[in-house]
Every structure is written in C-alpha cells, then in structure tokens.
C-alpha cells in the first residue's frame, strides 16, 4: 500500500473508531467519512462494506485479546486468569458498542468478513477454559462456544441503561457459575 493510501486508511479507522464508539455500529458511514475528510468513494475503497469496516477495527481489539489470553495462559492461576479475561473480553466487547449481534452471526458464517476475528477470540478464550478445566477449577461441560456466547451476553447486558447498575452483579454471578468451588467438591468426594 502507497504511504499516502495507509496514511488516509489509518485516518480512516481512527475516525471510524471514534465514531463507532459515540454511536455504534450502526453509525452513518457518511459520518464517517464527512468527519475524516474524504469522500464517500474514499472509505468504500478502503472498506466496500459496513462488515469490512468493522472488521479492520475489531481485527485490532481481537488481535490485543488474542495476545491477552496468551500471556494469561502463563499465569499460576488458571481460574483468576480466566476471569481476567473474561472481564477484559466483556469490557472491550461492550466498547465496540453495537457489534455483539454482529459478532454472534458471524461466529457461525464462514463467509463473513468478522468470522476469522470472531474465531480467533473465541480459540483464545477456550484456550484460558481448557486450562481451568483441566486443573479442576472450571466446569467441565461448558466450552467455548458458551464462553462466547456468556461474554456475549454481558456485553449486551452493558449497554441496556436499566441492566447497567446491575452489570458488575451479573458478571459476578456468571463467573461464579463458571467456576468449581474446589473445596465444595473435595467435601462431596
């Protein structure tokens, strides 16, 4: 790519992220484009699509939460590191506020612009609950695709305005769901 076309598509995507956040997903890519200073055809020929847009943003948050999860791993305690990354996954879910629909459909159509990003967060956080799982402090019939869709649905949960002084609760509550009580289960043994 020509230095001035990456620097008006780093442009771009900063405008575009800005947007997206005040507004959401749905924002007008006019807007976008308007508050970037480029035409209209400027942003299509970067990004053709609403979905190739977001998926050059979310591309970034997943990439970071991908390379979370892999620090994480290394962590002494699987069970704290599975919840840190869940609470940072619901967290930077919710700031791209707009995109938990996007994101569930396309988890699912390989055909999707925001598949393989969808993918890779989801290998990343199986990967924390695998771990947990095997040293005995997370559910054994949960799997990533449960994960994903709890992370899901707290994210959603953030951005309902009645739900969110209940938000930091229900997390706390999923989490325990999430969790062995190992002593609970070693007095049951």
């Excluded at 947007?19 to 749905?26: N, P, T």
């Excluded at 308007?34 to 053709?48: E, I, N, S």
């Excluded at 939460?65 to 892999?70: G, L, M």
Aim: glycine share 6%.
């Amino acid at each position: 790519m020509r230095a001035d076309a990456k620097k008006n598509y780093d442009h771009l995507l900063a405008v575009a992220h800005r947007v997206l956040a005040e507004q959401g997903a749905d924002a007008s890519l006019r807007d976008v484009a308007r508050q970037a200073g480029v035409g209209l055809g400027t942003l299509y020929r970067h990004f053709p699509t609403r979905e190739a847009l977001l998926e050059a943003l979310l591309r970034t948050h997943f990439d970071e939460s991908a390379h979370r999860a892999n620090e994480l791993e290394r962590s002494d305690d699987a069970g704290s590191a599975l919840v840190t990354w869940i609470r940072e996954a619901v967290a930077m879910t919710h700031h791209c506020s707009g995109t938990i629909a996007l994101m569930v459909a396309a988890i699912s159509d390989e055909d999707s612009a925001l598949h393989a990003s969808c993918v890779t967060l989801r290998a990343a956080g199986t990967r924390l609950l695998l771990r947990a799982q095997a040293e005995g402090v997370a559910r054994s019939d949960m799997d990533g695709n449960d994960l994903f869709s709890l992370i899901s649905a707290l994210a959603w949960l953030a951005d309902q305005p009645p739900l969110v002084p209940r938000a930091e609760h229900l997390f706390d509550m999923m989490v325990g769901a999430i969790l062995v009580d190992r002593s609970r289960a070693n007095d049951s043994a």
